[in-house]
């Protein structure tokens, strides 16, 4: 399953204190069963120091084949330890799938 490499990956690379890898193709218009669309939380020491911008490209080289292959849309969240304690409700909400509709007149 794509979710299992995804999770250990992330584990390997990051050995995070918290991980969540979140399958929501369901949310989306694809096949049921789907592994296609993934929400990602992750909390590593390693993001100590580090900006946003080199954390997702840190995520984004751990899963360069799952994302070449596999990955349609990956979310990422990702903190620190003391981030992660400072947040009260956790990583946010994925929003709905807007089903790739396009506008009409």
């Known amino acids: 399953m794509i979710q299992d490499r995804i999770e250990e990956k992330l584990q390997q690379a990051f050995e995070p204190v918290h991980l969540e890898v979140v399958n ?3 949310m989306h218009n694809v096949p049921a069963g789907s592994e296609s669309h993934f929400k990602v939380v992750i909390v590593s020491k390693q993001f ?3 900006r946003l911008i ?3 490209r840190a995520v984004n080289k751990a899963l360069s084949d ?3 292959n596999d990955i349609h ?3 990422m969240h990702t ?3 003391s981030e992660w304690q400072n947040l009260f409700d956790g990583a946010p909400l994925s929003p709905s799938c807007r089903g790739g509709s396009k506008l009409t007149d």
């Open 24 to 26: 929501e193709s369901y």
């Open 79 to 81: 903190y620190t330890e």
């Open 73 to 75: 849309a990956l979310a």
């Open 48 to 50: 100590e120091g580090v």
């Open 66 to 68: 799952e994302l070449a």
């Open 54 to 56: 080199g954390r997702h």
